[in-house]
């Protein structure tokens, strides 16, 4: 029987939704989740969906059904200090996710950006670190190498925009916490992820499945030829978790990891999927392009063929999407 307390950051957001619904499926787990979330960009009822879904019960701190228990704390990461939870130390596993992900937002605030992904990542770790943190797993981007043409994980941060450059800053950071500390570091360098649970993401395919179900028109930034390597988040969900509660990749903190299929479609591909392979018809709006927008994505992905070998068709995962969001619109 595996005993293991985690904390997830994001956790009420759209992929800490994702895995908190695959983690609480799992047997033979004695399992203490602290799920830390502001919900300012996201909604505890959803968070609660899943939970009653799943068959928890709730007492007065926690959700529970057999050996989980679920701690739902509504802060800032950056504020776990002030928690009045009593058992925060000698956590297994960080799954850090929460963060300010917005390209636009970060290029108009850059100091905004840089207090919510830099500074308070660095309380958090601080803080966790004191109370003998075992592991941290931190959500970065492929966006830290900015354009690139199939470069490799160990190549250099070209970051175009400020949101990539915060999360260049925090893998920096953390290398240093890995080395000076000997905390078990796993740098995550997430492609574009779509999936369940997304209707409050702005992401490229979020923002067609929700254009396209309220008024049948998309909205395509620039001229459409960004390319970009789209992965399914039950994929994404599949590596945290082994990483989390497996030693077997405990290997694979040495390098950073991408995340991702490593085959890229544009924008204009796209369209032509959402037309011919889900069937659905719709008027496209073109529009200005976006400071700091990331034009070609090529990735390498040999660190991540370690932890999983197949990954879920482009046209699978939009279909199974597709399907999702029709139910909320």
């Given at each position: 029987m595996l005993n293991k307390k985690i904390i997830i950051t994001g956790a009420a957001g759209f992929i800490g939704l994702n895995l908190l619904n695959s983690i609480i499926k799992r047997k033979n787990l004695r399992l203490e989740i602290f799920a830390v979330d502001n919900l300012k960009t996201s909604n505890l009822l959803d968070f609660k969906q899943i939970l009653k879904?799943?068959?928890?019960?709730?007492?007065?701190?926690?959700?529970?059904?057999?050996?989980?228990?679920?701690?739902?704390?509504?802060?800032?990461?950056?504020?776990?200090?002030?928690?009045?939870?009593?058992?925060?130390?000698?956590?297994?596993?960080?799954?850090?996710?929460?963060?300010?992900?917005?390209?636009?937002?970060?290029?108009?605030?850059?100091?905004?950006?840089?207090?919510?992904?830099?500074?308070?990542?660095?309380?958090?770790?601080?803080?966790?670190?004191?109370?003998?943190?075992?592991?941290?797993?931190?959500?970065?981007?492929?966006g830290v190498l900015g354009d690139n043409l199939l470069s490799s994980n160990l190549s250099s941060h070209n970051p175009l925009n400020f949101y990539a450059a915060s999360k260049s800053s925090v893998e920096n950071y953390l290398n240093v916490f890995k080395k000076t500390f000997g905390i078990k570091t796993f740098i995550l360098r997430f492609s574009n992820i779509y999936g369940r649970f997304s209707k409050k993401k702005s992401s490229v395919i979020a923002n067609f499945f929700k254009s396209i179900i309220k008024n049948r028109r998309v909205s395509i930034n620039g001229s459409g030829n960004q390319?970009?390597?789209?992965?399914?988040?039950?994929?994404?969900v599949e590596v945290i978790e082994k990483l989390s509660f497996s030693m077997k990749y405990d290997f694979l903190d040495k390098k950073p990891i991408h995340v991702a299929t490593g085959k890229s479609f544009n924008i204009n591909q796209l369209v032509k999927i959402f037309r011919k392979d889900l069937g659905i018809k719709f008027?496209?709006?073109?529009?200005?392009?976006?400071?700091?927008?990331?034009?070609?994505?090529?990735?390498?992905?040999?660190?991540?063929?370690?932890?999983?070998?197949?990954?879920?068709?482009?046209?699978?995962?939009?279909?199974?999407?597709y399907q999702w969001y029709k139910k909320f619109y």
């Open positions: 879904a799943n068959k928890f019960k709730k007492k007065k701190k926690f959700f529970y059904k057999n050996r989980i228990k679920i701690y739902f704390i509504k802060k800032s990461f950056a504020k776990l200090n002030n928690t009045k939870l009593k058992n925060l130390n000698n956590i297994d596993c960080l799954i850090h996710l929460a963060a300010q992900t917005g390209v636009v937002q970060s290029m108009k605030y850059p100091e905004k950006d840089a207090e919510e992904n830099i500074i308070n990542s660095i309380k958090l770790f601080q803080f966790l670190r004191d109370r003998k943190i075992n592991k941290i797993i931190f959500a970065s981007s492929m390319y970009r390597d789209f992965l399914y988040v039950d994929d994404l008027k496209i709006l073109k529009k200005k392009g976006s400071i700091g927008d990331i034009q070609k994505s090529f990735i390498k992905i040999n660190e991540v063929k370690k932890l999983k070998k197949d990954f879920t068709s482009i046209k699978k995962g939009l279909k199974i999407t």
